[in-house]
């Protein structure tokens, strides 16, 4: 059973641009979490996805990020316009329904120039 | 508001020696507990988790935790730390509620000496 997929693993982008991070969860697993780590500090919730909803989004800025998880397909994470204080690596954990056991993907770690 | 405390940033261990890490929490209910450990520029790795009944629960790598209500703690242990050890451990809490967002420490990061 293959693990949480996150691509791509590292992302280069200028300020202004856009990024797309990919996450597939686990075979199985219909509940997505995205969290970010900033530099030097733990891993802070964002949102938390079924299939085709968002469940809990109050870890998400307001401003310029968005999340869904389509009926098929990965989990996208989108940031429009990335600034310098995005840069982070971005994890994406599955769970199977009625779990409290997350399982993270190796991350993706955006850098924005 | 839960929450996670990891008290010490780093530690530093020589390989043979015991290990404890420590983790306290502020939980209302009976909290869901986990410790992740994460090697550089990897994910997280699952090490081991309590969700109820006997307080000494035993994870991979020959890792465990106990964990304490009267003292709210969930300290990491292992008797005998090997040079592969050296990575940054995570303890943390499920939030409760319907999300079972996972609220973090900040980390310890563990040296090993030869």
């Given at each position: 059973?293959?693990?949480?997929?996150q691509?791509?693993?590292?992302?280069?982008?200028?300020?202004?641009?856009?990024?797309?991070?990919?996450?597939?969860?686990?075979?199985?697993?219909?509940?997505?979490?995205?969290?970010?780590?900033?530099?030097?500090e733990?891993?802070?919730?964002?949102?938390?996805?079924?299939k085709?909803?968002?469940?809990?989004?109050?870890?998400?800025?307001?401003?310029?990020?968005?999340?869904?998880?389509?009926?098929?397909?990965?989990?996208?994470?989108?940031?429009?316009?990335?600034?310098?204080?995005?840069?982070?690596?971005?994890?994406?954990?599955?769970?199977?329904?009625?779990?409290?056991?997350?399982?993270?993907?190796?991350?993706?770690?955006?850098?924005?120039? | 508001?839960?929450?996670?405390?990891?008290?010490?940033i780093?530690?530093?261990?020589?390989?043979?020696?015991?290990?404890?890490?420590?983790?306290?929490?502020s939980?209302?209910?009976t909290?869901?507990?986990?410790?992740?450990v994460?090697?550089?520029?990897?994910?997280?790795q699952?090490?081991?988790?309590?969700?109820?009944?006997?307080?000494?629960?035993?994870?991979?790598?020959?890792?465990?935790?106990?964990f304490?209500r009267?003292?709210?703690?969930?300290?990491?242990?292992?008797?005998?730390?090997?040079?592969?050890?050296?990575?940054?451990?995570?303890?943390a809490?499920?939030?409760?509620g319907?999300?079972?967002?996972?609220?973090?420490?900040?980390?310890?990061?563990?040296?090993?000496?030869p």
């Amino acid at each position: 059973n293959a693990g949480v997929m996150q691509n791509p693993r590292h992302l280069v982008r200028r300020r202004g641009q856009e990024a797309r991070l990919r996450c597939s969860p686990m075979k199985g697993h219909s509940h997505v979490y995205w969290y970010r780590q900033l530099p030097e500090e733990g891993l802070k919730f964002m949102v938390y996805l079924q299939k085709e909803n968002i469940i809990d989004e109050s870890g998400m800025p307001k401003e310029r990020f968005s999340a869904e998880f389509p009926k098929e397909g990965p989990s996208i994470l989108r940031i429009q316009q990335v600034v310098r204080g995005d840069s982070a690596a971005y994890f994406c954990a599955s769970s199977p329904p009625s779990s409290d056991t997350q399982y993270f993907g190796p991350g993706t770690r955006l850098t924005v120039l | 508001a839960q929450s996670v405390t990891q008290p010490d940033i780093h530690i530093t261990v020589s390989e043979g020696a015991s290990l404890e890490l420590r983790c306290n929490y502020s939980y209302g209910a009976t909290p869901y507990l986990f410790w992740y450990v994460q090697s550089p520029g990897q994910g997280l790795q699952l090490l081991l988790k309590y969700f109820s009944g006997d307080t000494l629960v035993q994870g991979i790598k020959g890792f465990e935790a106990e964990f304490k209500r009267s003292q709210s703690s969930f300290n990491l242990r292992k008797p005998s730390v090997h040079w592969s050890d050296a990575a940054e451990y995570f303890c943390a809490v499920v939030s409760g509620g319907a999300t079972n967002k996972l609220i973090f420490g900040t980390g310890t990061l563990l040296a090993v000496q030869p």
